[in-house]
């Protein structure tokens, strides 16, 4: 998956957010985020950035998978946001109350 470039038509990305019930301020905030960093994001980013738009990860995979990439790959993308997910939260304090 390393070292892979994937292309997805802007007006495409709109039509399927669009489809998924994505609004049309969500929509074009993503595309403002996704300009102002050249159009070029790392793939973990963007999925991580569809289900901040409230995506299901079902729904997520379904446009990863409509770019053109596989399922194995698709695996692991959701293994790493996961991951780091895990590395934000394990600089949070918690609060542990023992009587």
């Known amino acids: 998956m390393l070292g892979f470039s994937f292309t997805v038509n802007r007006l495409e990305l709109k039509r399927m957010l669009t489809f998924l019930g994505v609004g049309g301020k969500s929509i074009d905030e993503l595309i403002s985020t996704l300009n102002k960093a050249h159009r070029h994001v790392n793939v973990?980013?963007?999925?991580?950035?569809?289900?901040?738009?409230?995506?299901?990860?079902?729904?997520?995979v379904n446009i990863l998978r409509r770019i053109g990439i596989d399922d194995i790959a698709i695996e692991n993308i959701f293994s790493m946001l996961d991951e780091e997910r895990i590395k934000s939260s394990y600089g949070r304090l918690v609060e542990v109350s023992v009587e």
Not at 44 to 56: H, Q, V, W, Y
Request: glycine share 12%; hydrophobic share 45%.
């Open 44 to 60: 973990i980013t963007f999925a991580g950035m569809l289900e901040k738009l409230g995506l299901s990860q079902d729904s997520v």
